[in-house]
């Protein structure tokens, strides 16, 4: 296991989630502002170093679903490597936008990832980057409990969002609960040890944890975020 720490093939392409509205007061109250945001497309469109950075990781025989696709730029990568993908997100705006560029190894679904239940069993990898940080606690230990639910055995969870170590923690209005600060939208900020802990408890075998600058900039500061690698191994 690396700890750096500062601080299948299967038909479930085949589903649609019934349920996209959301379960999250943060989801209702920025669900306006990401479907602007994506509706602006001045989004990059590059994939994420975290994404590509974990691409040989991935147990390509399995499907991928991500938690939170935006504008796709880390799905498309995915479908591109022969990944098969289901891709969510709460955004209309943007789901509408993914689907106008079809690609056969991918399938974007409008969804709530805070509030899946038994959709999309039993695959192989989840993948997660800057959605975390963006829903309230406890959005996201429901989160968390379903990947591990989901997950088969020896099934991959990739996760990357915000620490406390961020620029942006501090900046703007202080929310009600630890590490809440909004902006132009909601961010909840983590000390990435308890992030760990958080995923160990589920019974998942830590096989990467850092901290890192990473490509997403404010001002002239880069985002400061934890990058964690799971096993599901019960």
């Known amino acids: 296991?690396?700890?750096?720490?500062?601080?299948?093939?299967?038909?479930?392409?085949?589903?649609?989630?019934?349920?996209?509205?959301?379960?999250?007061?943060?989801?209702?109250?920025?669900?306006?502002?990401?479907?602007?945001?994506?509706?602006?497309?001045?989004?990059?469109?590059?994939?994420?170093?975290?994404?590509?950075?974990?691409?040989?990781?991935?147990?390509?025989?399995?499907?991928?679903?991500?938690?939170?696709?935006?504008?796709?730029?880390?799905?498309?990568?995915?479908?591109?490597?022969?990944?098969?993908?289901?891709?969510?997100?709460?955004?209309?705006?943007?789901?509408h936008i993914n689907n106008s560029f079809?690609?056969?190894?991918?399938?974007?679904?409008?969804?709530?990832?805070?509030?899946?239940?038994?959709?999309?069993?039993?695959?192989g990898n989840v993948y997660s980057r800057f959605t975390l940080h963006s829903v309230d606690y406890e959005s996201y230990q429901r989160t968390l409990d379903w990947c591990f639910q989901s997950l088969q055995k020896n099934g991959l969870?990739?996760?990357?969002?915000?620490?406390?170590?961020?620029?942006?923690?501090?900046v703007g209005e202080k929310g009600e609960y630890k590490g809440e600060w909004i902006t132009t939208h909601y961010r909840r900020f983590m000390e990435i040890k308890d992030v760990m802990e958080d995923v160990q408890q589920r019974g998942f075998e830590l096989l990467h944890a850092s901290e890192n600058f990473t490509d997403s900039w404010y001002g002239d500061d880069h985002a400061v975020v934890y990058r964690i690698t799971a096993k599901k191994i019960e």
């Not at 720490?5 to 085949?14: C, E, F, H, I, Y």
């Not at 007061?25 to 001045?42: L, P």
């Not at 969870?157 to 620490?163: G, V």
Request: net charge negative; aromatic share 10%.
């Open 1 to 95: 296991m690396t700890i750096i720490a500062k601080s299948d093939q299967t038909s479930a392409l085949d589903l649609e989630s019934e349920d996209s509205k959301p379960h999250s007061k943060i989801s209702i109250k920025d669900n306006s502002y990401w479907n602007n945001f994506y509706s602006s497309k001045n989004v990059p469109s590059i994939p994420s170093p975290f994404a590509t950075s974990i691409l040989s990781s991935i147990d390509k025989s399995k499907t991928l679903v991500e938690l939170g696709c935006g504008n796709g730029r880390d799905a498309f990568y995915f479908a591109r490597n022969h990944i098969r993908v289901i891709a969510l997100d709460l955004s209309k705006e943007a789901i």
């Open 102 to 123: 079809q690609h056969d190894n991918v399938k974007f679904v409008q969804a709530d990832f805070t509030a899946l239940q038994q959709e999309f069993k039993n695959v």
């Open 157 to 170: 969870l990739f996760l990357e969002a915000r620490t406390v170590n961020d620029p942006l923690c501090g």
